[in-house]
């Protein structure tokens, strides 16, 4: 039963994911112990979207584990097109660093 709502939990969230096409979000890096970091990169939607597809893939990666998310620090930086015709049109970029925690025993 708990495999269960475990795979269930990482469905949704992988749906999630692929429902923001329009971010780019690299693989979680290792850079301590249990510490990660994602960066998410997208020209729509604004540094929201950015945000919710760096966490996403945050959730994805502890859930793969077994493990909980605990996010230590997010943070959003513009990009901007030298191309740019309209608002919408520069990049955000986001970072987060996060862990994955030992589940807790209910």
Request: glycine share 6%; net charge positive.
């Amino acid at each position: 039963m708990r495999t269960m709502s475990a795979l269930g939990r990482a469905a949704t969230v992988a749906a999630l994911v692929s429902g923001c096409s329009a971010a780019q979000v690299t693989q979680p890096l290792p850079v301590g112990p249990d510490t990660y970091a994602v960066s998410a990169r997208t020209a729509r939607g604004g540094p929201a979207s950015a945000r919710d597809a760096a966490i996403s893939a945050a959730h994805q990666h502890c859930a793969r584990l077994s493990k909980q998310l605990l996010v230590l620090s997010s943070s959003t930086n513009t990009v901007l097109n030298e191309n740019n015709t309209g608002p919408n049109e520069n990049e955000s970029v986001v970072d987060v660093t996060f862990r994955c925690l030992a589940a807790a025993i209910h």
